[in-house]
T-cell receptor, first 115, second 114 residues
Framework: SAVISQKPSRDICQRGTSLTIQCQVD?????MFWYRQQPGQSLTLIAT?????????ESGFVIDKFPISRPNLTFSTLTVSNMSPEDSSIYLC????????????FGPGTRLLVL | AQSVTQLGSHVSVSEGALVLLRCNYS??????LFWYVQYPNQGLQLLLK??????LVKGINGFEAEFKKSETSFHLTKPSAHMSDAAEYFC????????????FGQGTELSVKP
């Protein structure tokens, strides 16, 4: 199984600022994803991070607000830009194992509070 | 479009009692189905998955789930609840030809009473 780490684990930010969240996988994976979990809610997919090309965003999420990078097969970043209190959520990175059908593993999450 | 419905946002059982968490799915193609558990202040841990092999799937921590195509269900069960099972449980569906994207249910919070 893939082991995923995220940094930072939590942060408190001021509105109008930006935060970049890092996701590191301990092995090469075919696909990486970013999810948002708003307080008391389920997980919603923000985007699929594509290695070497622009991320694929889900409806309701745009690149200007959530720019994503994936420079190689083990690392990705998500930036939450121009933050507002509504962005307070848990942001989770996940990865799909190379060669294992549909097994998707999750990082511990980044807990973000915007004041 | 695929979707997942978890019946009951909160389930409470006594320690030693049967745990039953309900999940119904909608998918236009044979789905892959998953149960994840989220302990307080932690990420998601995979409990078990169904990928078109055996319809009864056994997972970690004594949990199992049965895929029933006729009922479009994938309910999660455990014969005897333990206090450590208290957590949030998420059912998710993926269509294999959609690049691994997971659609999650709303989650069910399981409480275990001593």
């Amino acid at each position: 199984s893939a082991v995923i780490s995220q940094k930072p684990s939590r942060d408190i930010c001021q509105r109008g600022t930006s935060l970049t969240i890092q996701c590191q996988v301990d092995s090469q994976v075919t696909m990486m994803f970013w999810y948002r979990q708003q307080p008391g809610q389920s997980l919603t997919l923000i985007a699929t991070a594509n290695q070497g090309s622009e991320a694929t965003y889900e409806s309701g999420f745009v690149i200007d607000k959530f720019p994503i990078s994936r420079p190689n097969l083990t690392f990705s970043t998500l930036t939450v830009s121009n933050m507002s209190p509504e962005d307070s959520s848990i942001y989770l990175c996940s990865a799909k194992d190379r060669g294992r059908v549909e097994t998707q593993y999750f990082g511990p999450g980044t807990r973000l509070l915007v004041l | 479009a695929q979707s997942v419905t978890q019946l009951g946002s909160h389930v409470s059982v006594s320690e030693g009692a049967l745990v039953l968490l309900r999940c119904n799915y909608s998918s236009s193609v044979p789905p892959y189905l998953f149960w994840y558990v989220q302990y307080p202040n932690q990420g998601l841990q995979l409990l078990l998955k169904y990928t078109s092999a055996a319809t009864l799937v056994k997972g970690i921590n004594g949990f199992e789930a049965e895929f029933k195509k006729s009922e479009t269900s994938f309910h999660l069960t455990k014969p005897s609840a333990h206090m450590s099972d208290a957590a949030e449980y998420f059912c998710a569906v993926s269509e294999g030809n959609q690049g691994g994207k997971l659609i999650f249910g709303q989650g069910t919070e399981l409480s275990v009473k001593p």
